[in-house]
């Protein structure tokens, strides 16, 4: 039986390999290595303007990748003073994606930024700094670049504890979170501060949003759920 393929979206950033100093289109390979151990088969997909249609047309499943803040503006805000790196061509790209994915129900995991995106899609906002909200920066390792370790309760009877088990040690890098869901959407986890930590939309065959990155953790569960989920739908799309 083939494999469900599995679209994950892209930065696209100035990079450096070999004799080469060039933009490109790239995400962390744990992604992957994450989507092929879960026994998806892994596709990049860089922002696109159009074509979207086209894009999902060859996907099973799709994972929303971290990265940069999104532009304020899309949930009707001025920017904070830390909020940075905005790419507003991947944000109305991914936005575009993830908005056809999910009229299609196709299976979504959207990861730290990806589960901005999601909430954003659907009409929510965010925290554009959590610290000022929690008071300490236990969500982002101080240097940047090292993951944080903390752990989240997950919401009884939410697919990511039917996933996780009640309580979950997770690696996160992010200095926003949620702040208004938005429609359909339900907390399915919080860190012991009260941040949410994930939603999800118990409508759709399977849209999950962690905050955490699950890709740089030894438990693939989540994976293997997009993946298995994937492949049902594969199987009804024949």
């Known amino acids: 039986m083939a494999r469900p393929l599995i679209g994950i979206t892209t930065y696209v950033v100035p990079a ?3 004799y080469w100093d060039l933009e490109a289109a790239l995400v962390p390979a744990a992604y992957v290595q994450a989507v092929e151990q879960a026994g998806g088969r892994a596709l990049l997909v860089p922002p696109a303007d159009d074509a979207v249609d086209e894009t999902l047309d060859g996907l099973d499943g799709l994972v929303f990748s971290g990265g940069a803040d999104l532009d304020p503006e899309l949930y009707g805000q001025e920017a904070h003073e830390e909020t940075f790196g905005t790419v507003r061509a991947r944000d109305d790209a ?41 008071g300490d920066e236990k969500h982002k390792h101080d240097p940047p670049g090292v993951f944080a370790d903390h752990d989240v309760d997950l919401v009884p009877g939410s697919r990511v504890q039917r996933l996780l088990g009640d309580r979950a040690p997770v690696k996160s890098h992010h200095h926003q979170g949620f702040g208004k869901l938005g429609e359909g959407l339900r907390e399915s986890a919080r860190a012991d501060d009260g941040t949410i930590e994930a939603v999800e939309d118990t409508a759709q065959r399977f849209t999950v949003g962690v905050l955490w990155h699950p890709e740089a953790g030894e438990d693939f569960a989540l994976f293997q759920g997009l993946v298995d989920e994937a492949r049902r739908y594969a199987e009804e799309r024949r």
Do not use: F, Y
Not at 102 to 114: K, N
């Open 94 to 134: 991914e936005l575009a994606l993830l908005t056809g994915a999910l009229a299609r129900d196709m299976p979504v995991l959207a990861i730290c930024r990806g589960s901005q995106v999601l909430n954003v899609a659907r009409g929510g906002d965010l925290v554009q700094h959590l610290p000022d909200v929690v």
């Open 16 to 18: 450096k390999w070999s």
